[in-house]
C-alpha cells in the first residue's frame, strides 16, 4: 500500500490569488492523479501526472488554470489559480497501485474562497 | 449522455441488519467497477473490485455483485457496525489498460444505528 500526505490540509484564500497544493507519496509512483469534490458532490478527476511527461488534463479542466507539476515519482503539485468563489472545493491527489485498477488517496486539501 | 447514479439520499439501518447500496450506470461499458469507502474530512478508501464478467466478488463481510445487462452493482454490508457508517462510492474504470481513470459516482451515505 501507499501512505499519501497532502499539504495543506485546509486554506482559506482570497479571490484572485492562487493556492499551491503539494502531494507526498511514501513509494515510487508513475501514474498520480488529482481530482475535485465539490460540497456534495462526486469526485471529479482534474488530471493525470505521470513523471518526466506534460500532464494530461480532463475535459473541463485547463493548465493554465490548474498547472500541474511531477518534478519526481514521489511529489506532485497543483496550483489553482485565479482563484474564485466556484472553486471552493476539496482537492484530493491519488496514485495507483501495483495491484491492477486500486488506488490511494491523499487526506485531501479544503480549499475555501472568499 | 453518461451517468452514474447511486442514492443520494442517507441510508439508515440498525446494526446487524444487511444494508444493501446500488450504483446505476448508463452508456458506459466499465472493464471494472470498484466501490470505496470514505470518510468525513478523508480521502476515500479502496474496497473492493470486481470485473466485467465476475457476476460476484466477496470480501469478509462485503458482497458485489455486477450485473452488465442491468448496468447495476450492489454493494452489501451483512451483520452491519456502527463502525460501518460512512459514505460509499461506486467508481467506474473505464477503457482497457490500467490508465488508472476512474468515473465516481456521488456515493450514499450509510448510518447504522446500535
Known amino acids: 500500500s501507499a501512505v499519501i500526505s497532502q499539504k495543506p490540509s485546509r486554506d482559506i484564500c482570497q479571490r484572485g490569488t492562487s493556492l499551491t497544493i503539494q502531494c507526498q507519496v511514501d513509494?515510487?509512483?508513475?501514474?498520480m492523479f488529482w481530482y475535485r469534490q465539490q460540497p456534495g458532490q462526486s469526485l471529479t478527476l482534474i488530471a493525470t501526472?505521470?513523471?518526466?511527461?506534460?500532464?494530461?488534463?480532463e475535459s473541463g479542466f485547463v493548465i493554465d488554470k490548474f498547472p500541474i507539476s511531477r518534478p519526481n515519482l514521489t511529489f506532485s503539485t497543483l496550483t489553482v489559480s485565479n482563484l474564485s468563489p466556484e472553486d471552493s472545493s476539496i482537492y484530493l491527489c491519488?496514485?495507483?497501485?501495483?495491484?491492477?485498477?486500486?488506488?490511494?488517496f491523499g487526506p485531501g486539501t479544503r480549499l475555501t474562497v472568499t | 449522455s453518461q451517468k452514474i447514479e447511486q442514492n443520494s439520499e442517507a441510508l439508515n439501518i440498525q446494526e446487524g441488519k444487511t444494508a444493501t447500496l446500488t450504483c446505476n450506470y448508463t452508456?458506459?461499458?466499465?472493464?471494472?467497477l470498484q466501490w470505496y469507502r470514505q470518510d468525513p474530512g478523508r480521502g476515500p478508501v479502496f474496497l473492493l473490485l470486481?470485473?466485467?464478467?465476475?457476476k460476484e466478488k466477496r470480501k469478509e463481510r462485503l458482497k458485489v455483485t455486477f450485473d452488465t445487462t442491468l448496468k447495476q452493482s450492489l454493494f452489501h454490508i451483512t451483520a452491519s457496525q456502527p463502525a460501518d457508517s460512512a459514505t460509499y462510492l461506486c467508481?467506474?474504470?473505464?477503457?482497457?489498460?490500467?490508465?488508472?481513470?476512474?468515473?465516481f459516482g456521488q456515493g450514499t451515505t450509510l448510518q447504522v444505528k446500535p
Open positions: 491519488s496514485v495507483l497501485s501495483g495491484r491492477i485498477y486500486e488506488q490511494y
Open positions: 470486481i470485473r466485467e464478467n465476475e
Open positions: 452508456n458506459y461499458s466499465p472493464a471494472y
Open positions: 501526472a505521470n513523471q518526466g511527461s506534460e500532464a494530461t488534463y
Open positions: 467508481a467506474l474504470v473505464l477503457g482497457s489498460g490500467n490508465t488508472g481513470k476512474l468515473i
Open positions: 513509494s515510487q509512483v508513475t501514474m
